[in-house]
């Protein structure tokens, strides 16, 4: 699961943003839910984003940092939690910095 939060939020689910992907499918880790959050942040429709991958490289823009992507890639790969502040953009170009934290589902 990746979950995106307003740097101002107090972190908790129910007032994260998120998606949800599938770990079995490797390299891709493709998006099996997103949240109405999720679609209201980032301007995406839930068609628009299910099957990418959970990586969020359609969000990525000009000021997305390369380390932080390598690091959202390797915690996937690993399939290690990662908590990390990224600059990603909305369908409109528009920035959003925000806590990005990768959970995964132990069982």
Do not use: W
């Not at 939060?5 to 839910?33: C, E, K, W």
């Not at 359609?58 to 000021?63: A, I, K, S, Y």
């Amino acid at each position: 699961m990746v979950i995106l939060h307003s740097v101002s939020d107090d972190n908790t689910i129910r007032n994260s943003n998120f998606v949800l992907g599938n770990a079995q499918v490797p390299t891709l880790y493709p998006i099996v839910y997103c949240s109405d959050g999720f679609c209201e942040l980032t301007g995406y429709t839930r068609a628009q984003i299910m099957q990418k991958g959970c990586a969020c490289k359609f969000l990525h823009g000009p000021e997305t940092k390369d380390e932080h992507k390598t690091q959202i890639d390797k915690a996937l790969e690993s399939k290690n939690e990662l908590k990390l502040e990224v600059i990603f953009y909305k369908k409109n170009g528009k920035r959003l910095y925000k806590h990005v934290t990768q959970m995964r589902n132990d069982k």
